[in-house]
C-alpha cells in the first residue's frame, strides 16, 4: 500500500514539474487556450457558478476575504450624494483655469482667433 501512495506522489511532483516547463511552449500555450476555451463552454453549458468558489474561498480565508473587500471598496468610492455633478464642475473651474493659463502664455484671446469679415 505504501508503494501506491509514494507512486502517486512522484507522479504528481514529475506531472507538475513538466506541466511548468510545457507551459511555456507553443504547443503548451495552444493547449491552455483550447482547454480554457472547453472549460468555458462546459461552465457555460451546465451553468456552474463562480459564486459557489467565493463562497468556498471565503470560508477557507476569511481575513484574505475581509482585507480585498476593504479593498474594492478604496478603489471604487461611492459616488457623491449628489452624482457626479460634483466631479463635473471641478472639471470645468480646471478647465477654465488652464484656459486662462494657456491665454496669458500665448496672448491671445478667443475673440481673436475668429476671423472678422
Not at 514539474?17 to 457555460?44: C, E, L, N, P
Not at 451546465?46 to 470560508?59: G, L, M, N, T
Request: one cysteine or more.
Amino acid at each position: 500500500m505504501y508503494w501506491f501512495v509514494l507512486k502517486a506522489m512522484m507522479s504528481s511532483i514529475i506531472g507538475s514539474s513538466f506541466y511548468q516547463w510545457w507551459q511555456g511552449t507553443r504547443m503548451g500555450i495552444w493547449f491552455q487556450k483550447h482547454v480554457d476555451a472547453f472549460m468555458q463552454h462546459i461552465a457555460t453549458k451546465y451553468d456552474i457558478d463562480v459564486a459557489k468558489k467565493d463562497a468556498k474561498f471565503q470560508k477557507q480565508f476569511p481575513l484574505i476575504a475581509e482585507r480585498l473587500k476593504l479593498l474594492e471598496n478604496d478603489s471604487h468610492p461611492p459616488v457623491a450624494p449628489k452624482g457626479a455633478t460634483e466631479l463635473i464642475d471641478r472639471i470645468n473651474a480646471i478647465s477654465a483655469r488652464l484656459d486662462e493659463v494657456e491665454k496669458s502664455k500665448c496672448g491671445c484671446t478667443k475673440k481673436s482667433s475668429k476671423k472678422k469679415k
